[in-house]
């Protein structure tokens, strides 16, 4: 996977550190506008000048990011097409000792679900260094401007990293028991498929459709419960921007 497309994915981390620098320069651009304006200097070309660079930074900035999702997303594409291949000429040739370990829903769920997380991850994989690079740059301008006084702003920003963690916890947690139920239901679904006339000749059918039922009834109960937990994340570091400016 590294080999076939690290280049691809490195480039496009490229792309984003460009994108992550441009968008400090956007307000140093617009610093020297405003204490143009103020100064009221007799030179008026510098004033068109800042404007008119301001306006192509904006725009270089967006085709960089733009650029870069568009690489992020056929790259991810590439990695979810080669792993379902994998898995699938795996679960062609799997033994028949291993396949009692693993059950049909878990390999559809590989297939189609797990292979899908490593699509949406090549996309934001990225900010694992980007953030930290953003805040302190962040922190660094901030810090020409206010002083010490930004400390307070960081302090809010690491408190609020635990909670983050135990959200992210909790999600896990709530994403292993949706896999554990999918699977479930799957493999249910399968056997149902599978011996169907069976199920009509003795008229089974009721009872079957009751215990799939009562699995979708636990999947979207951790559905519900991952969606308020969702909320409250979002909530929270839609907050975030606010909490920072009050500590400041």
Known sequence: MCRTFGPEFLFGATLKLV?????????????????????????V?????????????????????GQYFQRMFIVGMRIRTAMVSAIYRKSLRISNSARKESTVGEIVNLMSVDAQ???????????????????????YFLY??????VFAGLGVMILLIPVNG???NATKKLQVKQMKNKDKRVKMMNEILSGIKVLKLY??????????????????????????LSAGTSFLW????FLVCFAL
């Open 45 to 65: 070309w510098k004033g068109y000048f800042f404007a008119i660079l301001l306006t192509i930074t904006a725009l270089v900035q967006t085709i960089f990011l």
């Open 203 to 228: 008229a089974w059918e009721p009872s079957f459709q009751a215990n799939v039922e009562n699995i979708r009834d636990k999947e979207i109960k951790v559905l519900k419960q991952a969606a308020y």
């Open 19 to 43: 994108q992550d620098l441009l968008a400090f320069v956007s307000p140093q651009i617009l610093k020297f506008l405003i204490s143009f304006v103020k100064d009221k200097e007799e030179y």
């Open 144 to 149: 020409d401007i206010l002083g010490p006084s």
């Open 238 to 241: 839609t907050c975030a921007p």
């Open 117 to 139: 997380r490593f699509m949406d991850l090549t996309t934001y994989l990225n900010m694992l260094w980007s953030a930290p690079l953003q805040i302190a740059l962040a922190i």
């Open 166 to 168: 135990f959200m992210a």
